[in-house]
């Protein structure tokens, strides 16, 4: 089992940055994502990356602004959103097991954080 929990989220400018952090507990740290999901709306892929780093996916909607990273070390997994946008906006999840873009590969969640991005 292993437990996610997300921070970082808050309100900020269209222009701006955030960087969101995921702390895992329990079992080992694999392959984890980042989702977001705005409320009546499906599940959207943001970013992955593989248990050690090497590789990462971005969603074509934040690639170039968004950057996920991970220090194992720490048992944490990244996002750092820069030049944020009003579209933007949502609850951000974290998850693990999987660098799918589907979110229903992933067998573990946090609990979310919202992002707003005022304009």
């Known amino acids: 089992q292993v437990q996610l929990v997300e921070s970082g989220g808050g309100l900020v400018q269209a222009g701006g940055s955030l960087r969101l952090s995921c702390a895992a507990s329990?079992?080992?740290?694999?392959?984890s994502g980042w989702f977001r999901q705005v409320p009546g709306t499906e599940r959207e892929f943001v970013a992955s990356?593989?248990?050690?780093?090497?590789?990462?996916y971005y969603a074509d909607s934040v690639k170039d602004r968004f950057t996920i990273s991970r220090d194992n070390a720490k048992n944490t997994v990244y996002l750092q959103m820069n030049s944020l946008k009003p579209e933007d906006t949502a609850v951000y999840y974290c998850?693990?097991?999987?660098?799918?873009?589907?979110?229903?590969?992933?067998?573990?969640w946090g609990q979310g954080t919202q992002v707003t991005v005022s304009s």
């Open positions: 329990g079992r080992s740290f694999s392959s």
């Open positions: 998850a693990a097991g999987s660098t799918s873009t589907v979110w229903e590969r992933y067998a573990y």
């Open positions: 990356i593989s248990w050690n780093g090497g590789v990462t």
